[in-house]
């Protein structure tokens, strides 16, 4: 039977050992570790990454360094490593308990020799103090002769190829023993401090290796057959963000744990709380109980508790994969999870946007535009980081140009989307006057100045962009950035007129630094009435201009497949066809659901739905497809597309879970739970009177 908390896996397979690695991800918030072995193994991707923790990196620019590793801790029996490559491993077992975060891994192993012993790991990263982590190995020998444990901090760590550390320090402060890195560009300093503790067992020998760059301490113990041998090691983590000085940092933090049992519980306490916050009961279903507790489990250790100049990646803190940067996965998939069970954490990640308003404003300009346009891959500074060329998918020998960094414009408005949403379900005036308001003001600028007029047909358009259906590069009046670009001019005007009225001050101020004068209010309004929005008689909404003259294809011809119609047809042939790689015209549907009638919903559905390439297409889609399936009245389909965002990760659908969690279909899962299955549904993208919506020169569906 599924235990509804507990990720279990039963055998090692090496060659999904990437994949589990990010499965079985520990965190807090403040950092987070792959699962693989504190022993290592070959081939393994070690990783653990820290909030705001970047480096330089060429043509991305900056990517999040895998900082030094807190795991190693290898265990030998009488002389022989412990290592799941050699000997015989009897029995294997890893869990996962999400109620706690507690990871477990209880081996039956016998060394090459011969000697046999079950060995035992736990660690977790502490919830309670988010500086903190700990590992406790645990052996129980079958043989007579010694165990030997040692425990390393190291240095040495590097992002698949790319060093990112300098060495700069190391040593002991009494039992404590520290490591100092820093980066090599970026000049961020990382502090990592342990101490090893025998738990039980009585140690023969402990010494300390002053090894540079992966400072170890030993302990060694006599081992007879059936007595447990207990080795503690509890790891103080801290960075230069945290203070000026994070070895002192460390060290206070790692000695304050004054056991594994007390960090234990408190760590626990502090995880009830989360859940106690979060948690979804699904009843007769565990599967589905477990994995949507599993994409809560990821989004909550990715989650900046305590730091609002960091944002939540596109694989969380848990793999390589895009580097750390961020998308519009935060504000559209991961903030209405936190706005609606934790507006704290929602305050941090619109804060790293606002922070970031000067990275937004050098975009615009250097694209001869005005306002704010958000970057659409972030990282640190918030200058645009998308890779301009990557490796080609089908010759990784070839480049192949990335386009979305230079025209996937629909960022902006999603962060103004999550602003809203932000301010209109918490009511915290108090930020939209000091932080929102700017945020909505200067977005709109934006858009008022992107807009172009076209004089023959008498309307303003979006051309040459790329709406989150990706598989459509260079479009014209992508329907989803009209009508958001649109929201968000007219939510501005009104955010203005609130301002005026309630704070009078902040009004004046942000009038006069973003120069709202009359004739560009003027503007946004002509701007606002003349986009064009239309739907056909009969609610079809076509997605941008001339898609509907492209070729229909049927996806059922092209099976079966194992990889993305992209990358069947390649970009050219993507261009060319109807298919679409994730939800678009329903994007916009989902988000401003209150501006389309059921049977405009279930017009789109029918027909996008046969158009999208759910398997292979977007992880972000499943999710967003099982809400609007659920609105359309299919509610099998909608099951199914749920299993789809569900299972992105846990299965590995697509084959990439390796390089990190789905962190947008994760949290979309709990999207698809909450505004699908449960229809709960919001009036929260109306604006504020309403009367906005329906103002002259309003979508046309
Ligand atoms: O933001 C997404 C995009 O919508 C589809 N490609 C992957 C990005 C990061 O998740």
Not at 183 to 203: K, P, Y
Not at 548 to 558: G, I, S, Y
Request: neutral net charge; hydrophobic residues 40%.
């Amino acid at each position: 039977m599924t235990d509804p908390w507990k990720i279990v896996e039963d055998t090692f397979d090496s060659r999904r050992q990437h994949h589990k690695e990010t499965i079985f991800t520990a965190g807090n918030g403040f950092f987070c570790t792959r699962g693989a072995f504190e022993e290592g193994y070959p081939g393994d991707r070690r990783g653990a990454f820290a909030h705001g923790v970047f480096d330089a990196v060429p043509i991305s620019i900056s990517e999040l360094a895998n900082v030094p590793d807190w795991l190693p801790f290898t265990v030998l029996l009488d002389g022989e490593r412990f290592s799941l490559d050699s000997g015989r491993v009897r029995r294997f077992e890893r869990i996962l308990d999400l109620r706690t975060g507690l990871l477990t891994r209880r081996v039956e192993w016998v060394s090459p020799r011969g000697r046999a012993a079950t060995v035992e790991f736990e660690r977790f990263a502490s919830m309670a103090d988010e500086h903190v982590a700990l590992i406790r190995c645990r052996v129980t020998p079958a043989f007579r002769g010694t165990v030997e444990f040692r425990a390393a901090l190291n240095g040495n760590m590097d992002n698949e190829g790319l060093a990112h550390w300098r060495w700069v320090a190391q040593g002991r402060k009494g039992d404590t023993v520290f490591l100092r890195n820093h980066t090599r560009h970026s000049g961020i300093e990382f502090a990592s401090a342990m101490r090893m503790v025998v738990a039980q067992g009585r140690g023969r020998a402990s010494g300390f290796w002053d090894v540079e760059n992966s400072p170890t301490m030993v302990v060694k113990m006599t081992a007879s057959p059936g007595r447990i041998l207990e080795v503690d090691k509890f790891v103080g983590l801290a960075t230069s963000r945290d203070g000026a000085d994070p070895v002192a940092l460390a060290v206070r933090h790692v000695n304050s744990v004054r056991d594994w049992a007390s960090a234990f519980r408190a760590n626990s306490e502090a995880w009830a709380r989360e859940w106690d916050r979060t948690d979804v009961v699904i009843e007769g279903d565990d599967e589905a109980q477990l994995s949507v507790r599993f994409s809560l489990f990821q989004m909550l250790i990715a989650a900046p508790r305590h730091d609002d100049d960091v944002n939540i990646g596109a694989k969380t803190l848990s793999g390589f994969g895009y580097r750390g940067h961020s998308f519009w996965d935060t504000e559209i998939f991961m903030l209405p999870l936190f706005i609606y069970t934790a507006p704290h954490i929602a305050k941090n990640l619109l804060n790293y946007r606002f922070q970031r308003l000067s990275g937004a404003r050098a975009k615009a300009r250097a694209n001869g535009c005005e306002g704010a346009q958000f970057p659409w891959e972030s990282a640190d500074t918030g200058e645009e980081v998308t890779p301009t060329w990557v490796p080609h998918y089908a010759d990784r020998n070839k480049l192949a140009r990335v386009w979305t960094g230079d025209i996937e414009i629909h960022v902006s408005a999603d962060v103004a989307y999550a602003t809203y949403l932000y301010w209109r379900m918490t009511g915290d005036d108090d930020w939209l006057i000091k932080q929102g308001a700017e945020l909505l003001l200067d977005t709109a600028k934006f858009w008022a100045s992107r807009a172009e007029w076209n004089a023959r047909r008498g309307r303003y358009e979006y051309n040459d962009v790329i709406g989150p259906d990706e598989n459509h590069e260079h479009v014209n009046n992508n329907v989803y950035i009209n009508r958001m670009a649109q929201w968000n001019l007219k939510l501005a005007i009104e955010i203005l007129q609130w301002l005026k009225a309630h704070a009078p001050v902040a009004a004046a101020r942000l009038s006069k630094a973003l120069d709202l004068n009359p004739r560009r209010l003027k503007r946004w309004r002509q701007v606002v009435a003349g986009l064009h929005c239309k739907a056909a008689a009969s609610g079809l909404i076509e997605q941008f201009d001339g898609y509907f003259k492209l070729k229909d294809v049927d996806l059922a011809t092209m099976e079966p497949r194992t990889k993305p119609v992209l990358e069947v047809v390649g970009f050219e042939g993507a261009n060319k066809i109807q298919v679409i790689k994730q939800p678009d015209v329903l994007m916009l549907q989902y988000l401003l659901q209150d501006e389309f009638t059921d049977k405009q919903v279930r017009v789109n559905y029918e027909y996008y739905n046969a158009r999208t390439d759910h398997t292979y297409g977007s992880s972000l889609g499943p999710a967003i497809q099982a809400v609007m399936a659920c609105r359309a009245g299919r509610i099998d389909e909608a099951r199914e597309h749920f299993i789809r965002a569900a299972s992105a990760d846990l299965l590995d659908v697509r084959g990439n879970a390796k390089d990190g969690i789905h962190a947008a279909s994760a949290a979309g899962v709990w999207l698809a739970v909450v505004f699908g299955f449960a229809g709960l549904r919001v009036n929260a993208a109306s604006t504020l009177t309403g009367a906005v919506a329906q103002a002259p020169g309003g979508p046309d569906w």
